[in-house]
């Protein structure tokens, strides 16, 4: 890239960046990421949420300048990173001058995506990153450079940190850049060692981005149990209330315990003297699309939190008998969340949509334009919608070898594994879960338009070489 690309890629990237301060500034900020600067700011750091978003909170806040809200430097964090990862999956295809533009107006600008980052989530700092590696990925493969694929492979490192099911999202482009890797070494060729050697690196960098993603979590965590217990009370909840047995253990009995969760989240029911493993109790709980009224909104007694490791290996013993013994409780379980998350919508697709009654001089929060109040009835933001395009569009590579790329098919399996992963391991049906899946689609579609009309893209090449 001569001086005048360089200058041109970052004078894009600032436009980009501008426009989405100018619209979204300074985000929706919700409760899981005011606990989460909370936790920054006591310096005791859980796992109630992501350890590393409090981390980042932290070293932001040692910086001179500082947003005002302090909250938005997330903000700015994902607006940045999203755009980079953009702006190098452009220069990826080569795309210059009019055409190199407009494809960046496409994938920037696309308003379902483009409104994920008015979002101050895990959810969408996972999917930037996670844009982030995708870009560097190819375009170290496109340029031939190293430092693309190792720039690729932290990103998905930072983006399996954002969120618990970040690193599925992360493993199959961890296994492209491996074989990228492999390439760089001593060149592709099909068949033989080097074969072996691409799958060998693949491996090597899908296990080191899971054992890493283990490693820093626990490191920055004394004794991690939130989200897995969230997750697995909700399972036996359900399928207790369907069958009428409780399989929760009795840990759960003891609600007077403190527990070392610090903030503003504290289990609702406390103070009622009844034992919260009653059926009944469990039936008012139990909501099909939310783990979240088993803690703290709605009637009943609320089931305490977990803290200490022989309450989580009880509660993982209680888990395994209930599946076993009623699996078919569990499946429904499972069929309910799916259904709620990819068809149902019990959740709105943004928060801080205008129609939200936002207070008056909320210094925290920004309403989106009303374009998205409409583009939320569209198809456009139905989970069905995404999941189907992403089968579609990994179908149609079957007929088309240009299709056959690891840049492509890594991306689709991507959204696969992910959305599959849903299924199991989904605690509430937010909407924000399947953001990933959204720019999957996203940059899948635009690889397949961009195929379709290379033509056009090899003319202007021809007349502005790179």
């Known amino acids: 890239m001569g001086q005048s690309g360089l200058w041109r890629t970052l004078g894009l990237l600032l436009v980009g960046t501008a426009l989405s301060l100018w619209l979204f500034y300074p985000g929706c900020t919700v409760g899981d990421i005011l606990y989460t600067w909370g936790d920054a700011q006591r310096g005791q750091v859980t796992d109630f949420q992501p350890p590393l978003l409090a981390i980042l909170y932290r070293l932001f806040s040692a910086f001179p300048l500082q947003p005002d809200p302090p909250t938005a430097s997330l903000f700015l964090l994902s607006t940045l990173v999203y755009w980079s990862g953009l702006l190098l999956v452009v220069q990826s295809f080569g795309g210059q001058g009019l055409y190199g533009l407009a494809g960046l107006v496409i994938l920037g600008f696309f308003l379902p995506t483009f409104g994920i980052l008015s979002q101050i989530l895990s959810d969408t700092l996972m999917s930037s990153f996670l844009v982030l590696a995708y870009g560097c990925l190819a375009w170290g ?7 693309g ?33 492999a390439s760089h070494l001593h060149g592709w060729q099909p068949g ?15 296990l080191g981005l899971v054992g890493g993603t283990w490693g820093v979590n626990r490191l920055l965590t004394q004794e991690p149990t939130y989200p897995s217990q969230q997750l697995l009370a909700f399972d036996l909840t359900g399928i207790s209330a369907i ?24 289990p609702k029911g406390r103070q009622l003297q009844t034992n919260p493993l009653m059926i009944q109790n469990l039936r008012t709980l139990y909501e099909p699309h939310s783990s979240q009224k088993l803690y703290f909104y709605g009637p009943g007694k609320g089931l305490p939190f977990l803290d200490r490791p022989a309450e989580m290996q009880a509660l993982r013993r209680a888990w395994l008998k209930g599946v076993t013994q009623a699996f078919p409780a569990y499946i429904q379980v499972r069929a309910r969340m799916a259904w709620a ?16 009654n936002l207070v008056s001089g909320d210094v925290l929060n920004r309403a989106l334009p009303q374009v998205f109040v409409w583009l939320a009835a569209t198809p456009l933001l139905q989970g069905w919608f995404y999941g189907l395009a992403i089968l579609g569009l990994l179908l149609i590579s079957r007929g088309r070898p240009a299709l056959q790329t690891g840049r492509y098919l890594s991306l689709g399996w991507s959204g696969l594994a992910y959305g ?23 940059l899948m579609g635009f690889e397949v338009l961009r195929l379709s009309t290379s033509p056009a893209m090899e003319a202007e090449n021809r007349q502005e070489p790179p």
């Not at 493969?141 to 430092?147: C, M, W, Y």
């Not at 409780?246 to 969760?261: A, C, E, G, I, K």
């Not at 605690?427 to 924000?432: G, H, I, N, V």
């Open 141 to 147: 493969e496109a340029r031939g450079r190293p430092a």
């Open 149 to 181: 694929v190792i720039a690729g492979i932290i990103s998905l490192g930072f983006a399996s940190l954002c969120k618990a099911t970040g690193v599925i999202a992360a493993l199959p482009l961890a296994l492209w850049a491996g074989r990228l890797l």
């Open 192 to 206: 033989g060692p080097r074969r072996l050697s691409a799958l060998g690196l693949s491996l090597v960098v899908a």
């Open 243 to 266: 069958t009428g047995t409780v399989y929760l253990p009795d840990v759960f009995t003891d609600t007077q315990t403190p527990h070392r969760l610090p903030g503003f989240y504290v």
């Open 341 to 356: 998350l990819f068809a149902g919508r019990p959740w709105p697709p943004y928060y801080c949509l205008p129609n939200d």
């Open 420 to 442: 599959v992963s849903l299924f199991f391991l989904a605690a509430t049906a937010e909407f924000r879960h399947l953001y990933w899946l959204m720019f999957v689609t996203l």
